[in-house]
């Protein structure tokens, strides 16, 4: 038998962080089999992440091979046969020179250059202080490449910086230090685009930037319409792609901002939200294969 595609969704983007991942940073057998069903039926599924290209979980996705990924919050998108970036916006560096500068001193800092990430040499023991989950740490350290110096590449002219990531270091009252004055200090900025990427973060990208614009770039490169798009996410750096979709899905462990920009809600990561969301929204009908020709 085979799956023939029976509703109008050609084109599927899942975040990572939050939506196809648990809470382990694992993604669920159920998942995987899910996106395997719909790619069957002839949707084409694509991650889209707050990740730089080396971020993603490669290894998990083996089994449900993806022809194109957005990453870096929509900065730079890839095709996967030859890792060739299609799209990319980076951000106005030598503009936010006095902005590095302030950040530089206060916060763990990672940069997105080219698919891969690094981290100022002056920040690496920050990690130890963020008291986030250990997949996530360990994700920082195994992935990440040595910036021995940040403020000399962006003096250099020649930085091509995709999106800069900032995680803060918790206080005792339940706050995070420096998060508020960082936060204030980035939206001020008209040349770049700022969100909460979730794990109590902030993620910054050119103006105009985000995950949304990645999602129109690969519908217009595979001929489908935004209407036959669907995309599903949890945090502040999907809303764009959530409200751009045709189909805008929020995970039940999303926000309620992003819940109430949503077209529907999901279950959550822990349960299996993504699987939930593409068996109840992406309907195909069965066909019995033709025997003998």
Request: glycine share 8%.
């Amino acid at each position: 038998m085979y799956m023939k595609l029976n509703n109008k969704i050609k084109l599927l983007a899942l975040d990572v962080d939050g939506t196809l991942f648990d809470n382990a940073g694992q993604i669920p057998e159920k998942n995987i089999r899910a996106i395997q069903k719909a790619q069957e039926a002839g949707v084409t599924v694509v991650v889209a992440s707050g990740r730089d290209y080396d971020g993603v979980p490669h290894d998990q996705l083996k089994e449900v091979a993806m022809p194109y990924l957005i990453t870096t919050n929509g900065a730079a998108v890839y095709r996967t046969a030859d890792r060739i970036c299609l799209d990319e916006h980076c951000l106005p560096a030598e503009k936010l020179l006095s902005i590095f500068e302030f950040i530089l001193q206060r916060v763990y800092m990672t940069v997105f250059i080219d698919g891969h990430n690094y981290t100022p040499v002056s920040v690496y023991d920050y990690v130890w202080r963020l008291g986030l989950p250990e997949h996530i740490v360990n994700h920082f350290l195994e992935g990440r490449h040595e910036l021995p110096d940040l403020l000399s590449y962006v003096k250099s002219g020649k930085a091509k910086i995709q999106k800069v990531t900032l995680n803060f270091i918790p206080a005792a009252d339940g706050t995070f230090l420096h998060r508020d004055e960082i936060w204030n200090l980035l939206t001020a900025c008209p040349d770049i685009c700022v969100v909460d990427g979730g794990f109590h973060n902030i993620e910054f990208t050119a103006a105009n930037v985000n995950k949304g614009l990645g999602l129109r770039f690969i519908a217009k490169e595979l001929g489908i319409s935004i209407e036959e798009t669907m995309a599903v996410g949890d945090s502040g750096n999907d809303a764009e792609m959530l409200m751009a979709a045709g189909l805008g899905v929020a995970m039940g462990n999303a926000s309620k901002e992003i819940k109430a920009i949503s077209d529907v809600i999901t279950l959550t990561n822990e349960e299996c939200g993504v699987a939930h969301a593409i068996e109840k929204y992406i309907r195909w009908e069965m066909t019995p294969t033709s025997i003998g020709g």
